[in-house]
């Protein structure tokens, strides 16, 4: 019987408590990969104490999932808007795991903002102005840590003389205008950049780098409203499961994705 596609790899997933991220993480465990989840529990520091239990109990389940599938798994509490964590996720990877040889940047601290908060979004959603906090929460962690990730994937891969390696970064848009949500379209715009300069600049040492930009996908946010708004929008063709991009994921990460990199792939 073949090895799976992964087997003697560790990867490092963030955002791994729920929706993508955590599907993300299964789906590389049942490739073979070892898992490192990095997750925040705090979430959003405005949000209830009920909401922040279920985002720690989400890496919990995400953990015993991988461990079910024989794989190893650590769970990491992590702020990324701190930029020392990305080194010590790193550490505490190769503690636990060994080193790094994936690196999926899924984790996002969105905030709806905009210019005209005034004006619901397709779905009727408001927003706030644009503020200092959010224009940080967004910035820090989908970019700047994205950035501070990546950094320290390609120092440490080429300190060891690897010469195999995956990163996949995740975003909402295709870097141009966000209206509605433009601290996160500048964010993932940032993040967009990075990850397709690190797919040149790594090329050389058999790093691919790419960044997958989902359908609207189910992580429990879908409504009436937004299906409707999808069965009715040309750009839209489907509401996807995070099992579905998380598949993509996976295909990228694996040998046959060696030729893919430094693409912003669009799924519908």
């Known amino acids: 019987m073949p090895s799976p596609p992964l087997a003697g ?11 993508i991220g955590a599907a993300t993480a ?8 070892d898992i490192a989840a990095s997750f925040l529990r705090t979430g959003d520091r405005e949000q209830s104490d009920d909401y922040n239990l279920a985002r720690a109990n989400g890496a919990e389940a995400v953990i015993g999932a991988i461990e079910k599938l024989g794989q190893r798994a650590v769970g990491i509490e992590a702020d990324l808007s701190d930029p ?3 080194a010590r996720l790193f550490d505490e990877t190769e503690a636990a795991l060994g080193a790094a040889s994936v690196l999926v940047h899924n984790a996002s601290g969105w905030h709806k903002d905009s210019f005209s908060p005034e004006r619901g979004d397709a779905v009727g959603r408001t927003s706030a102005m644009v503020n200092p906090a959010s224009i940080d929460s967004q910035l820090h962690i989908d970019a700047r840590a994205g950035a501070l990730l990546m950094a320290e994937f390609i120092t440490r891969h080429r300190a060891r003389s690897a010469r195999w390696g995956r990163i996949v ?6 870097g141009k205008q966000f209206p509605g949500e433009v601290s996160y379209g500048a964010g993932k715009a ?3 950049s990075y990850t397709l300069s690190a797919a040149a600049e790594m090329a050389d040492d058999g790093v691919t780098a790419n960044v997958v930009y989902p359908p609207v996908t189910d992580t429990g946010w879908i409504n009436d409203e937004v299906r409707a708004f999808v069965a009715n929008d040309f750009d839209h063709h489907h509401i996807a499961e995070p099992s579905e991009v998380a598949d993509v994921i996976g295909w990228l990460c694996g040998e046959a994705g060696r030729i893919v990199t430094g693409n912003v792939i669009r799924l519908r």
């Open 84 to 86: 020392d964590v990305p």
């Open 169 to 174: 970064t995740l975003t909402s848009g295709e």
């Open 26 to 33: 299964i789906a590389l465990a049942e490739r073979g990969a």
């Open 9 to 19: 790899t560790v990867a490092l997933v963030t955002g791994a408590n729920h929706g």
């Open 190 to 192: 940032a993040l967009i």
